[in-house]
């Protein structure tokens, strides 16, 4: 449940009680018992990933570690949940089901440039990173170990921005197209455009899920320096012979 407004605030520090004995110790006429309630600040995170297990299990993590957690499931309302919340940090899977977060991340990031995210994910194609890192993001993936997760939540909040964690072992191979170096995806990426396929069509051709084209969709736009799908497509078709070499 997560937990907005005024009370999200209020949770958001936690009571700390310290009793003082007097000089003459316990049970003298001179000892004096004083409490003090000092409030310290707990940072609330957002963990946002379809899986519920996943979810669940890095919330037990980060409570046992003393941040306050709240879960979001759904794509659909994450934006809402966030500007009610107000977290200071967001743990953001790509993929929601068929649904790719990475549009909504774009849109985090322009509309809410301070708010610290850290994308946390099963794909770790070097170019879906480099992508998730042009937005000004973290990145880090699942397959890290608590320790790890952990310490890049601290760094995150500490204002140290989690670049370059983890890239691919493997670099894909690039080729020049136009003067502009393309990898082998994102040229299989451009043709399936050409052909007039939708990201579903083009992922389902290529073996991956549609979360995993719309960051290479991006990445090309940045790449070539065009700003619409439309003119990825007439690049395309203007070095089309090259693309099919």
Same mark, same amino acid.
């Given at each position: ?7 999200a605030?209020r ?5 700390v ?14 000892s004096a018992?004083?409490?003090s ?14 899986? #519920? ?12 570690n003393? /941040? ?7 794509l ?8 009610s ?12 089901g ?8 774009q ?5 809410r440039p301070n ?9 770790d ?10 937005? *000004?993001?973290? /990145? ?25 964690? #983890?890239?691919p ?5 690039h ?9 082998r ?6 043709? *399936?455009?050409? #052909? ?6 083009? *992922?389902?051709?290529?073996g ?19 700003r619409?799908?439309?003119e ?5 078709e203007?070095?089309l ?5």
């Amino acid at each position: 449940m997560l937990v907005s407004g005024p009370e999200a605030r209020r949770r958001r520090t936690s009571p700390v009680t310290t009793h003082y004995e007097g000089r003459g110790g316990v049970g003298s006429n001179a000892s004096a018992e004083a409490t003090s309630r000092v409030t310290e600040p707990r940072p609330h995170i957002v963990v946002a990933d379809d899986h #519920r297990l996943f979810a669940e299990g890095v919330s037990r993590i980060l409570k046992a570690n003393g /941040y306050l957690v709240s879960i979001v499931t759904q794509l659909a309302g994450l934006e809402g949940s966030i500007l009610s919340v107000d977290p200071d940090l967001v743990l953001l899977d790509l993929s929601f089901g068929k649904e790719s977060a990475f549009p909504l991340l774009q849109h985090l990031r322009a509309t809410r440039p301070n708010l610290r995210i850290i994308v946390v994910s099963a794909l770790d194609d070097t170019v879906i990173v480099e992508a998730v890192e042009r937005t *000004g993001a973290g /990145y880090l993936p699942k397959s890290r170990a608590s320790k790890d997760l952990l310490a890049a939540v601290k760094a995150s909040l500490g204002g140290v921005s989690i670049i370059r964690t #983890r890239l691919p072992t493997s670099v894909p191979a690039h080729r020049t197209i136009g003067a502009i170096p393309l990898t082998r995806r994102q040229i299989e990426v451009l043709l *399936g455009l050409h #052909r007039g396929e939708a990201s579903a069509e083009i *992922g389902a051709a290529l073996g991956v899920s549609t979360k995993a084209i719309d960051p290479h969709i991006h990445a090309l736009r940045e790449r070539i320096g065009v700003r619409s799908r439309a003119e990825l497509v007439r690049w395309a078709e203007a070095h089309l012979d090259e693309l099919r070499r």
